[in-house]
């Protein structure tokens, strides 16, 4: 059958090592603090005549989660699960849909089930690529539609998702994903390559840069790329993404480094610099900010809070990452006095006849009456 069975996640937690067990724990409690940060909330204004106007924060019914399994579903995206579930738990979305790849034998990696156990997700599904979008979001026989699909995929996967967004909501379009780091004189090169190579074992499509204004860095962060990719089990892919995708930029100074980045608006933006902290009000398009040498990416990807599911390809110029806000619609909410309803009256009936909608106008002036 296409859904997992009730009793499997259970089964797969107790199949599994504690200390890895630990390790979802604490990156799921970690997460959960961040997004619990993030909760909008109901508001309410009163005016003076009796007027009551706000806004209703409501989660969505039916949330879908698509967990990657990539590699016909023996490397599962635990992360993904846990970046997407979590913050549709926090919302309050009474309903969760996982969907990830199965494996060649037909069985999902345990460790997925397993953090679908500790979450309490109970509806999972074998089906992974383009179709699984599908069905969350039409519905199927034994599949219910959803009201918002999150989560990342390969190419198949995003263009589903593109091609019902309206039909449903969905978190965003993302592409390959991309590093972008800015470094000066006072950073590790070999800190920088092992960090840009953890992008580049992503994809052959991934992007890792470093933009820098000191040059002995930069020589020396393509002797360490060298170095260290070599050694990697995912050498091929590595290297195809560092040949097309993947530069190490020297730089005139800091500020036109600052000024590229910006440009190209990156996933993550790692700046590895003597003081971050005074380039960040300057950063203004990056999906996340890594500030600092013990910042590196994967500690966000993984770990530190803060989601991983993050706009690409330059999107972050208006794009935002998934969030609490991704799975809650807001609701405004009008409750008209009598006297603001007499006293609007004219001049709602003016501006709909401005508009020739004279049905509009005679609404409010019956008001008067």
Known sequence: PLRVSPEAPEQAAESLPSESLDCIRQAA??????HEAQK????????????????KISPVDRAGLYVPGGRGGDTPRISSLLMTAIPAQVAGVSEIAVVTPPRADGTLNPHILAAAHLLGIREIYRMGGAWAI??????????????????????WVTTAKRLVQGQVAIDMIAGPSEVLILADASANPAWIAADMLSQAEHDALASAICL??????????????DRQSAALPRADIVRKSLADWSAVVLTPDMDAAVALANRVAPEHLEVLTADPWALLPRIRHAGAAFLGPYSPEPLGDYFAGPNHVLPTLGTARFSSALSVQTFCKRTSVIAASRAFAAASADAVARLARMERLEAHARSMECRKQ
């Open 134 to 155: 599908g069905a969350l979001a039409y519905g199927t026989e034994s599949v219910s539609p959803v009201d918002v699909i999150a989560g990342p995929g390969n190419i």
């Open 40 to 55: 909008d909330r109901s508001w309410f204004l009163t005016r003076d005549d009796g007027t009551i106007l706000g806004q």
């Open 29 to 34: 409690d970690n997460i959960r603090a961040f």
């Open 212 to 225: 820098t204004d000191d040059e002995a860095l930069a020589r020396a962060v393509l002797d360490e790329l």
